[in-house]
């Protein structure tokens, strides 16, 4: 019932900027805390940023704090990761996930049980 669809990712110089999307279809958008989380190969998934549904506080990894942004667009069902000042320790399969009526533990993968397919990001040296 939940579909999410990222996208914008590609291959990118250190320093550069993307701006990542996930479009979800979803009966009612405003209502589902957003994530976003990514794993390099042979790495374990972690918490890269995350927006809350009602408040739309605003969550960070310290690994990309001041560097990435979260933001929402409820009218548009999307959710956007703007990613700048980009490393090459940033490269991974970015992942969107979602979960409903939430505005707690958004940092933690378990909270969210409907995940996108990912997006690959690759930051060059």
């Known amino acids: 019932q939940v579909q999410l669809v990222e996208s914008g990712g590609g291959l990118v110089q250190a320093g550069g900027s993307l701006r990542l999307s996930c479009a979800a279809s979803?009966?009612?958008?405003?209502?589902?805390?957003m994530g976003w989380f990514r794993q390099a190969p042979g790495k374990e998934r972690e918490f890269v940023a995350a927006?809350?549904?009602?408040?739309?506080?605003?969550y960070y990894a310290d690994s990309v704090k001041g560097r990435f942004a979260i933001s929402r667009d409820n009218a548009k069902d999307t959710v956007y990761l703007q990613m700048g000042s980009l490393k090459p320790e940033d490269t991974a399969v970015y992942y969107c996930?979602?979960?409903?009526?939430?505005?707690?533990?958004?940092?933690?993968?378990?909270?969210?049980?409907?995940w996108g397919q990912g997006t690959q990001v690759t930051v060059s040296s």
């Open positions: 996930a979602a979960a409903l009526y939430r505005e707690y533990a958004l940092t933690v993968a378990g909270t969210y049980p409907y």
């Open positions: 979803v009966r009612t958008f405003s209502v589902y805390a």
């Open positions: 927006i809350g549904w009602s408040s739309s506080i605003t």
